[in-house]
């Protein structure tokens, strides 16, 4: 396990969350959140971005499976926003194009310390197993605002499988490339010294 690297815990009325998180992974994921599909995301996410993940939930899923996933991006942007430290030292900005299949995402990232999250597209089904495909742009969303970080995403398609897939391999490649340590850098890469 590296230096950069955090471990979560959330407990609501809602959800029970536990999730590890270490940037310069290998991308091995334990992923359980009683969606399927959602969890085949954060394994794909983890996998694609090199970033070691365990994610254990127990959710309201009676309700339905917003709250699991939107628990999860918030607790895993507290994780990415922990393992940051202070940002010394990282590229901070990226930008990927990811396809699958017909489908296309693009990212944009700054790792700036000011969330927001700018979405465009919808998804061609409204679910895709036991997930409501929306939810993709409100897990990327939580994440964000947590994570504390901007991102423009936007995605095309015909098949909601393979958009959501789109979106989470390509942000985590890009989050990937904004986390990495630039060996020229030893400072914050800001010219206000801090982010």
Do not use: Y
């Not at 254990?56 to 607790?75: C, F, M, N």
């Not at 994780?79 to 202070?86: F, M, V």
């Amino acid at each position: 396990m590296s230096d950069r690297n955090a471990a979560i815990s959330r407990s609501t009325s809602e959800t029970e969350i536990d999730l590890t998180l270490d940037l310069d992974g290998n991308g091995d994921a334990t992923v359980d959140t009683g969606i399927g599909f959602f969890d085949h995301m954060l394994a794909s996410f983890a996998k694609h971005g090199l970033f070691d993940l365990t994610v254990r939930v127990e959710g309201d899923l009676e309700v339905d499976d917003h709250h699991t996933i939107e628990d999860v991006g918030i607790a895993l942007g507290s994780a990415i926003d922990t393992a940051l430290d202070d940002r010394r030292g990282i590229n901070r900005f990226a930008d990927r194009r990811i396809p699958l299949d017909e489908a296309v995402a693009s990212v944009v990232v700054d790792l700036s310390g000011r969330p927001l999250c700018a979405f465009e597209g919808t998804f061609s089904q409204e679910q895709v197993g036991e997930m409501t495909s929306q939810l993709a742009a409100h897990w990327l969303r939580s994440v964000a605002m947590n994570g504390g970080f901007t991102v423009h995403a936007d995605v095309t398609g015909e098949n909601a499988h393979h958009e959501i897939e789109a979106l989470f391999k390509c942000v985590a490649r890009t989050l990937d490339d904004a986390t990495r340590i630039d060996d020229r850098r030893s400072d914050t890469p800001s010219t206000k010294g801090a982010l």
